[in-house]
T-cell receptor
Framework: EAGVVQSPRYKIIEKKQPVAFWCNPI?????LYWYLQNLGQGPELLIR????????DSQLPKDRFSAERLKGVDSTLKIQPAELGDSAVYLC???????????FGEGSRLTVL | DAKTTQPNSMESNEEEPVHLPCNHS???????IHWYRQLPSQGPEYVIH???SNVNNRMASLAIAEDRKSSTLILHRATLRDAAVYYC?????????????FGQGTTLQVKP
C-alpha cells in the first residue's frame, strides 16, 4: 500500500515568489496534517483537516500561508510571497481519524534565496 | 498541553539494548504516551504508545512508571538503522484536538 506522497521533494525559489506543496494521503485516511520542521527542531503543526474541514489552523500564518483540501483527499499548502525564514521542510501526515496513528510523508524541503 | 523532557542526545553500541528516558510530570489522566522516531531525511514514524501498562511491539517496548510521570522507550538490540531522533509525546485522548506536539527529541547515535 502506498504511503503519504508529497511533491516536490525539493524546491528552491527566490524570496517574494509563490510556492505550493502537494500531498496525497493514504487512501481512506480522513485526517490530514501539515507540519513545518526547521533544522534541528521537531515538527510544528500548521493545520489539521478532518475531511474537507480545517479543524485546527491556529498555527498557520494566514497572511502568507494558505491550505486547502478539496474533496477531502489531496491537499495543497501555498506560501505567497515566500520569505527567507520560510526555508524549512514541510511535512504532510495522515491518519484514519483524529486519534489515530500518524503516517508521514518524506517532506518537501524549501529553500528561499 | 502537558510537556515532556528528554535528553538531547544519547549513544549506544550496536546490538546492545538502549533505554531512552522521558519525563512528563504534568501528565493528565487522559494523556497517552506516544513515541515517534525520525530517521535522517525522512518524516517521523510511529513507534509505540501506551497509557498505564507496559507495552511491547515488534519495534520496541515502552515501560511506564507507576505514577506515569516518566516512561522509557527500550530498543532491545540497537542496530545502525535505529540511529534517529526519538520523540516522546503526550496525546490527549477523547478530545477533538488530540494533536501531536513534538519537542526536540533525543538524537540516538549507534556505534558499530
Amino acid at each position: 500500500e502506498a504511503g503519504v506522497v508529497q511533491s516536490p521533494r525539493y524546491k528552491i525559489i527566490e524570496k517574494k515568489q509563490p510556492v505550493a506543496f502537494w500531498c496525497n494521503p493514504i487512501s481512506g485516511h480522513n485526517t490530514l496534517y501539515w507540519y513545518l520542521q526547521n533544522l534541528g527542531q521537531g515538527p510544528e503543526l500548521l493545520i489539521r483537516y478532518e475531511n474537507e474541514e480545517a479543524v485546527d489552523d491556529s498555527q498557520l500564518p494566514k497572511d502568507r500561508f494558505s491550505a486547502e483540501r478539496l474533496k477531502g483527499v489531496d491537499s495543497t499548502l501555498k506560501i505567497q510571497p515566500a520569505e527567507l525564514g520560510d526555508s524549512a521542510v514541510y511535512l504532510c501526515a495522515s491518519s484514519l481519524d483524529l486519534s489515530g496513528e500518524l503516517f508521514f510523508g518524506e517532506g518537501s524541503r524549501l529553500t528561499v534565496l | 498541553d502537558a510537556k515532556t523532557t528528554q535528553p538531547n542526545s544519547m549513544e549506544s553500541n550496536e546490538e546492545e539494548p538502549v533505554h531512552l528516558p522521558c519525563n512528563h510530570s504534568t501528565i493528565s489522566g487522559t494523556d497517552y504516551i506516544h513515541w515517534y522516531r525520525q530517521l535522517p531525511s525522512q518524516g517521523p514514524e510511529y513507534v509505540i504508545h501506551g497509557l498505564t501498562s507496559n507495552v511491547n511491539n515488534r519495534m520496541a517496548s515502552l515501560a511506564i512508571a507507576e505514577d506515569r510521570k516518566s516512561s522509557t522507550l527500550i530498543l532491545h538490540r540497537a542496530t545502525l538503522r535505529d540511529a534517529a531522533v526519538y520523540y516522546c509525546i503526550l496525546r490527549r485522548q477523547f478530545s477533538n484536538t488530540g494533536k501531536l506536539i513534538f519537542g526536540q527529541g533525543t538524537t540516538l547515535q549507534v556505534k558499530p
